[in-house]
C-alpha cells in the first residue's frame, strides 16, 4: 500500500512570495489533516478535511492560508504572501476515519 | 485548553532500556499515541493505546498508562543506536486531530 505522498520536499522562498504543497493521502482515506511543524516543536493542526468538506480551520491564519480538496482526495496547501515565520515543516496526513494518522514525509520550507 | 508535556532530551547506553514519559490534561482523550521522527523524515506511528487500557506491549515497545494521573510512558527494551530519533507524545479523541508534546529527543551511546 503506498503511503501518503508529499511535494515538493523542500522548498526556499522569499518572503512576501506565494508557495503551493501538495498532499496525495492513501487511497481510500476519507480524512485529511495539514499540520505545521516549526523546529523544536511538535506538529500543530492546520486544517482537516473529512472528504471534501472542512470539519477545522480553526487554527488556519485565514489571511494568508487556503487548503482545498477538490473532490475529496488529493490536497493543496498555499501561503500568500509568506513570512518569515512561516518557515517550517509542512506536514499531511490521512486516515480513513477512525484512529489511527499516516503522516507523509513533509515539505520543509525555509522563507528567507 | 490540551496541552502535552514530555521532558526534552534521553540519554541511554545501546542495550539498556529507555524509558520517555508524557502527561496530558484532556480527560476526555481516548487514544494516546507515539510517533517516532528521524532527521529529515515524517513522522512514524510505533504504537497506540485506548484510554480504557493500562498496558500495552509490541515486540520492544511497552506503553504503561496511569489515567488517573494522565500519565504515559513508552519503554523501549534493548535499545539500539537506530531507535535515536525524536519521540513524539500525542491524543486524540479518534477521528479527531492529534495534540503532540514538544517531542522528545533519544539519543543511544554506542
Known amino acids: 500500500e503506498a503511503g501518503v505522498a508529499q511535494s515538493p520536499r523542500y522548498k526556499i522562498i522569499e518572503k512576501r512570495q506565494s508557495v503551493a504543497f501538495w498532499c496525495n493521502p492513501i487511497?481510500?482515506?476519507?480524512?485529511l489533516y495539514w499540520y505545521q511543524q516549526i523546529l523544536g516543536q511538535g506538529p500543530k493542526l492546520l486544517i482537516q478535511f473529512q472528504n471534501n468538506g472542512v470539519v477545522d480551520d480553526s487554527q488556519l491564519p485565514k489571511d494568508r492560508f487556503s487548503a482545498e480538496r477538490l473532490k475529496g482526495v488529493d490536497s493543496t496547501l498555499k501561503i500568500q504572501p509568506a513570512k518569515l515565520e512561516d518557515s517550517a515543516v509542512y506536514l499531511c496526513?490521512?486516515?480513513?476515519?477512525?484512529?489511527?494518522?499516516?503522516f507523509g514525509p513533509g515539505t520543509r520550507l525555509l522563507v528567507l | 485548553g490540551e496541552d502535552v508535556e514530555q521532558s526534552l532530551f534521553l540519554s541511554v547506553r545501546e542495550g539498556d532500556s529507555s524509558v520517555i514519559n508524557c502527561t496530558y490534561t484532556?480527560?476526555?482523550?481516548?487514544?494516546l499515541y507515539w510517533y517516532k521522527q528521524e532527521p529529515g523524515a515524517g513522522l512514524q506511528l510505533l504504537t497506540y493505546?485506548?484510554?480504557?487500557?493500562d498496558m500495552k506491549q509490541d515486540q520492544r515497545l511497552t506503553v504503561l498508562l496511569n489515567k488517573k494521573d494522565k500519565h504515559l510512558s513508552l519503554r523501549i527494551a534493548d535499545t539500539q543506536t537506530g531507535d535515536s530519533a525524536i519521540y513524539f507524545c500525542?491524543?486524540?479523541?479518534?477521528?479527531?486531530?492529534?495534540?503532540f508534546g514538544k517531542g522528545t529527543r533519544l539519543s543511544v551511546i554506542a
Open positions: 487511497s481510500g482515506h476519507a480524512t
Open positions: 493505546i485506548f484510554s480504557n487500557m
Open positions: 496526513a490521512s486516515s480513513w476515519g477512525g484512529e489511527t494518522q499516516y
Open positions: 500525542a491524543e486524540s479523541q479518534g477521528n479527531t486531530p492529534l495534540v
Open positions: 484532556d480527560s476526555s482523550s481516548t487514544y
